[in-house]
């Protein structure tokens, strides 16, 4: 880059900071000295006086590891320099502060026996072929530096191995909450002590370094671990030195797979059990399990909570929070915020997310509205988005996306935007900024995991299913095709919901609310295989009571073979088997459209339908 003119010494020529080096320390080379023809060795500078048109860097000995790049110097190393700041990952931090944690990652992996030292071209890397490079992440994180060393893993070669990794089911959560509910209420019910039940949430440090690879891997050390290294005498000063990595690193495209492997081989040694319809949940005893990588959330008895996972914490290095019942307390896990309150659960996002929204259109002093109407039509909303409009609003978007898993409200609308984020267009911008205002109306919501006053059928048994479905026919303007929702319930707890554009276009109302329950159906279904495996029941003690406010779709589902209605696709005939086996009990009721909660799920409504609907799935204001 040009140098600065205004820096003492400094004349007309370029700077140039060697790979490696701190930033204080470059060269000034006269811009003779880049169109000079020879490449003559500057002895003062170890750099190279290079044709025209080549790059100017100082070129390292062949096989001789690669150290991490340096981050971006946006406003001049001599100004970090003199405050001794570090400028990394987009963040200035102090220079001793960095290398303290920077060394402690390094003492993790040393602990954890993550790599050996090996030299290029010795036998140990035969096979293995090219090293790969590492770069440093630091992030401050609760007023410290966290350094970590990440593997470059798009420079491995694949392999044969899938290298996929299971994560729990986004309604698993709450399924796990909910089933814990009612179990609290039975106990509440017998006159017994509440605090014998609890709760925890685990989290794993350094969850990947755990496990070991199928096959060592090189990588390329880097500098600040050659230089501890040669400091303690592991290896001496000669080049070609790197890491033969035995453990999961990170960034490397197994370490995932590997960890869970890890993970599960150790719960079923234990004598934990791993549900077939979800490989993240676990059960022992009274205690439920489910995992999501490194982050942990159990339930069930106290003392059984405290024995199993004291178990595990001898296996790994776990920091556990167990909360009794009776207690108050709010955690956070997967970024949601878990709040404890008289025996029961709610689960909120928080308000950061649609602050985040807001400052990405920068609508933050912008007029709240009460509810997402479909905005009218206006000339030029076929217009496509600018690059940059482009990226605000995929960006908005995924916020937004992220948010409605525990947003029902949020639902429609998230899904609208997210069908228009390949090519957004000044239409899909308008709907956007509606969303925002609602979102500046309703900043902070929370579920609450408690029974709901719903119109169902009584109590059916210990457990049961209710499941209200809706369509909305021939919703979309353009293409014509009709939108499904559906709301699962728990013993009239909400624990599932969800919204589709249909592939098929409906030629009438009851065909498309055929579609829609039988898509919920189909949810229900394995909320029910999942729940029996959790509670160990057969699956005809767990009734399924469907609910459509539509008569045609009602009688189509209960008879045998599409009748009149020959146009129906097949494939979606297939509930009635299941309305007509007994032991499937499933069964398909009448609701009014009035209070039928699937109706917030098909359409941008009203915000007297919103706020009449929203309470039905546990939606409260913080």
């Known amino acids: 880059e040009p140098a600065a003119p205004d820096r003492p010494g400094a004349t007309d020529g370029i700077v140039i900071t060697s790979p490696g080096e701190p930033m204080n320390a470059q060269a000034v080379v006269p811009a003779s000295v880049v169109r000079s023809s020879d490449a003559v060795e500057d002895a003062g500078t170890g750099l190279k006086r290079i044709g025209e048109g080549e790059s100017v860097a100082k070129r390292p000995k062949k096989d001789e590891p690669q150290p991490s790049e340096p981050g971006p110097d946006t406003e001049g190393p001599e100004a970090y320099h003199e405050a001794n700041l570090v400028w990394s990952c987009e963040q200035a931090f102090d220079e001793v502060e960095l290398g303290i944690a920077r060394e402690k990652e390094l003492r993790s992996l040393m602990t954890h026996r993550v790599f050996e030292w090996v030299k290029a071209g010795s036998p140990e890397t035969e096979g293995l072929g090219k090293p790969v490079s590492v770069r440093w992440v630091d992030v401050l994180k609760l007023e410290a530096i966290k350094?970590?060393?990440?593997?470059?893993?798009?420079?491995?070669?694949?392999?044969?191995?899938?290298?996929?990794?299971?994560?729990?089911?986004?309604?698993?959560?709450?399924?796990?909450?909910?089933?814990?509910?009612?179990e609290r209420e039975e106990i509440i019910s017998q006159g017994e002590d509440l605090g014998t039940r609890g709760w925890a949430i685990c989290d794993v440090s350094t969850a990947f370094l755990h496990a070991d690879r199928e096959k060592p891997i090189l990588v390329k050390a880097p500098r600040e671990a050659v230089d501890l290294a040669r400091k303690e005498g592991s290896i001496d000063h000669e080049s070609g030195w790197m890491w033969l990595v035995k453990k999961s690193l990170y960034g490397l495209r197994d370490s995932p797979r590997e960890w869970h492997a890890h993970l599960t081989e150790l719960l079923l040694s234990l004598g934990w059990r791993m549900l077939k319809r979800d490989q993240c949940v676990f059960v022992r005893g009274s205690c439920r399990l489910m995992i999501h990588v490194d982050d942990f959330l159990a339930t069930g008895k106290y003392t059984q909570l405290e024995e199993y996972l004291g178990e595990l914490q001898s296996h790994l290095r776990l920091k556990t929070r167990i909360m009794r019942a009776t207690e108050e307390c709010t955690e956070t896990y997967l970024g949601r915020q878990i709040r404890q309150v008289d025996?029961?659960?709610?689960?909120?996002?928080?308000?950061s997310y649609g602050k985040k929204v807001l400052s990405l259109l920068g609508m933050e002093s912008c007029k709240a509205s009460e509810s997402v109407a479909q905005p009218v039509p206006a000339p030029g909303d076929d217009v496509p988005l600018g690059v940059e409009e482009t990226s605000v609003y995929r960006s908005a978007t995924g916020v937004l996306m992220w948010l409605q898993q525990e947003r029902v409200d949020l639902s429609v609308c998230s899904n609208l935007l997210a069908c228009g984020m390949s090519k957004p267009t000044v239409g899909h911008m308008r709907l956007l900024k509606r969303v925002a205002r609602y979102v500046k109306g309703h900043p902070e919501v929370r579920i609450a995991l408690r029974r709901q006053d719903i119109p169902v059928l009584p109590a059916q048994g210990r457990f049961y299913l209710d499941t209200?479905?809706?369509?909305?026919?021939?919703?979309?303007?353009?293409?014509?095709?009709?939108?499904?929702?559906?709301?699962?319930?728990?013993?009239?707890?909400?624990?599932?919901?969800?919204?589709?554009r249909q592939q098929i276009v409906a030629l009438s109302s009851g065909e498309a609310e055929l579609y829609g329950l039988t898509v919920g159906a189909s949810e229900t279904i394995h909320v029910r295989e999942t729940l029996a495996e959790l509670v160990d029941c057969p699956l005809s003690d767990i009734p399924i009571r469907m609910y459509t406010d539509n008569n045609a779709c009602r009688a189509m589902s209960v008879k045998v073979g599409p009748g009149r209605v020959k146009h129906v696709a097949t494939r979606a005939l297939w509930i009635q088997s299941y309305t007509r086996d007994k032991h499937q009990a499933l069964g398909v009721h009448r609701v009014a459209t009035a209070v039928n909660p699937a109706d917030l799920l098909t359409k941008l409504c009203s915000s007297q339908v919103v706020n009449s609907l929203r309470g039905m799935f546990g939606i409260e204001r913080e």
């Open 468 to 500: 209200f479905t809706d369509s909305d026919w021939a919703g979309d303007g353009v293409s014509r095709q009709s939108r499904s929702g559906w709301g699962i319930f728990l013993c009239g707890i909400p624990v599932g919901c969800g919204t589709r």
């Open 343 to 351: 025996g029961g659960f709610t689960i909120s996002m928080g308000g």
């Open 147 to 182: 350094s970590r060393i990440v593997a470059r893993g798009f420079e491995e070669e694949k392999g044969d191995t899938d290298p996929f990794s299971p994560t729990a089911a986004p309604g698993m959560l709450r399924l796990l909450l909910a089933l814990e509910v009612i």
